[in-house]
């Protein structure tokens, strides 16, 4: 398998996996730990802190949060160099702080740890470097220049010289020891999880790359995400089940029959995976592979494949990956599930940009969930009625959060919206207003180099059963 196809094994992709809801949370623990710390050391022990600056260090990092929470959607999963800074504005705020509490005399310093080990999991050698090296400089400094803490008799809060010594070197020691033990162990977690994943990648291309025997090449299509699901929820399951033997056997059971089915249908669909006329489509011919499973279900689909204005009028011809097809798949099936009576999937594309739009004439995105679509886990209990008319939905976000991760590996971006407010009055059936999910690729990320499109693909080679 191609791993520069898939984008798979990009270590400097490693900090797209944190979500800005997960630092948001944290921060707010931290936010709460300070106050908590401060009121504490002044009502209770009666030592003299700088209130005023002390409380304005806090609420800088309350300001920040709330920034950040109605700047950005709840979904919005952060570049390396955004958790860098996140992560490097929590060092200085925490570091000004231990500064106006008494420096290293401050336990509480220890606390720079944190930060330092996020990083370490999250992020590329270069940032971790980058932030620990500022940990390190900061805790220097604290160790000569700090405001003392004093008693409400005047008498100063110290340690001894070789204390405070010792207290600098395990601060140091601890920063450069977890940031590389972290960062050891999380790469290799990391190995292993694209290691499953690449195998599931090339199981779905393999399959895909076969027009014989159709019983088995529809079994790859439509099993592909069940099983997916399968092993998605099991994992959880295991997690929630450590203290229960018997039904995290159980657990585990349904986890290794989901691995059993795919070896299965892998083993099933290694003929023709050689063919290379297989490996490259028009747009068109991808969008109608796509949405075919849910050509039959009653919704008209409507397809609108032109160039934008001033483009070339020659359709692109781009890889057939399988997470391009899973993925719209599932939109098309998210659509199509909700839709009254019509579906529309539009292909424009310029001289840098295909777009792929999937509009429907539903009723649209519950403006609740709009800023976390794409987050498994998210769906609720629906009505009754909804439920009658759709008994095959499950509502739990799975299916948009697959979508949305394997198009994002493709260099995908998407952009979840509404034709129109979902509370207003319904128009007339067949008119589109429902959900709209854009769909925008870089033409580079998709089109074979050097012309290989259009170049001749040699002989057939004959392919042995």
């Given at each position: 398998m191609d791993t520069q196809d898939t984008g798979l094994f990009n270590r400097n992709a490693r900090a797209d996996w944190v979500s800005l809801k997960t630092l948001i949370v944290l921060r707010w623990i931290a936010i709460a730990g300070q106050i908590t710390a401060i009121t504490v050391a002044q009502s209770l022990f009666g030592l003299q802190i700088e209130l005023g600056l002390a409380y304005a260090v806090v609420g800088a990092s309350v300001i920040a949060n709330l920034i950040a929470m109605f700047v950005y959607p709840?979904?919005?999963?952060?570049?390396?160099?955004?958790?860098?800074?996140?992560?490097?504005?929590?060092i200085a705020q925490l570091s000004f702080l231990v500064f106006l509490t008494g420096g290293l005399n401050n336990p509480f310093a220890l606390l720079v740890l944190a930060p330092v080990t996020i990083s370490a999991t999250v992020l590329g050698l270069r940032s971790i470097v980058l932030l620990s090296g500022a940990a390190l400089v900061l805790t220097s400094v604290l160790a000569v220049y700090y405001i003392p803490l004093t008693t409400e008799d005047g008498l100063v809060v110290q340690m001894p010289e070789i204390f405070v010594f010792g207290f600098w070197a395990a601060i140091v020691i601890g920063v450069v020891f977890i940031a590389g033990y972290a960062y050891r162990v999380s790469t290799e977690m990391l190995s292993m999880s694209e290691a499953l994943l690449a195998t599931q990648m090339a199981l779905a291309r393999e399959q895909k790359l076969t027009d014989l025997g159709g019983v088995v090449?529809?079994?790859?299509?439509?099993?592909?995400?069940?099983?997916?699901?399968?092993?998605?929820?099991?994992?959880?399951?295991?997690?929630?089940?450590?203290d229960r033997p018997e039904q995290l056997q159980d657990a585990q059971l349904i986890r290794d029959q989901a691995d059993r089915c795919r070896e299965i249908l892998r083993?099933?669909?290694?003929?023709?995976?050689?063919?290379?006329?297989?490996?490259?489509?028009?747009?068109?011919?991808?969008?109608?592979?796509?949405?075919?499973?849910?050509?039959?279900?009653?919704?008209?689909?409507?397809?609108?494949?032109?160039?934008?204005?001033?483009?070339?009028?020659?359709?692109?011809?781009?890889?057939?990956?399988?997470?391009?097809?899973?993925?719209?798949?599932?939109?098309?099936?998210?659509?199509?599930?909700?839709?009254h009576e019509a579906?529309?999937?539009?292909?424009?594309?310029?001289?840098?940009?295909?777009?792929?739009?999937?509009?429907?004439?539903?009723?649209?995105?519950?403006?609740?969930?709009m800023g976390r679509i794409g987050i498994p886990f998210v769906g609720r209990r629906?009505?009754?009625?909804?439920?009658?008319?759709?008994?095959?939905?499950?509502?739990?976000?799975?299916?948009l959060f697959i979508a949305k991760t394997l198009l994002e590996r493709t260099s995908a971006e998407l952009v979840f919206s509404n034709g129109t407010d979902p509370h207003q009055k319904p128009t007339l059936p067949g008119e589109p207003r429902g959900a709209i999910i854009e769909v925008t690729w870089?033409?580079?990320?998709?089109?074979?180099?050097?012309?290989?499109?259009?170049?001749?693909?040699?002989d057939n080679t004959r392919i042995e059963i």
């Open positions: 709840e979904n919005k999963r952060l570049s390396e160099q955004e958790v860098a800074l996140m992560v490097l504005f929590d090449a529809a079994a790859a299509h439509e099993l592909g995400t069940p099983l997916a699901t399968i092993k998605l929820v099991s994992a959880e399951l295991m997690d929630e089940l450590e083993s099933m669909g290694r003929a023709g995976k050689e063919d290379r006329h297989l490996r490259l489509s028009p747009i068109e011919a991808i969008l109608h592979e796509a949405a075919e499973p849910h050509a039959n279900r009653g919704i008209d689909i409507t397809y609108d494949i032109s160039p934008s204005e001033g483009a070339d009028q020659r359709q692109p011809v781009i890889r057939r990956q399988a997470e391009i097809i899973h993925g719209l798949r599932n939109l098309v099936q998210n659509a199509v599930d909700f839709a579906v529309w999937i539009d292909a424009h594309w310029s001289d840098d940009r295909i777009l792929v739009r999937i509009t429907d004439d539903g009723p649209g995105f519950p403006q609740q969930v629906r009505e009754r009625s909804h439920r009658d008319a759709r008994p095959e939905y499950e509502g739990m976000g799975l299916g870089p033409r580079a990320a998709l089109e074979p180099e050097n012309g290989s499109a259009t170049a001749a693909l040699g």
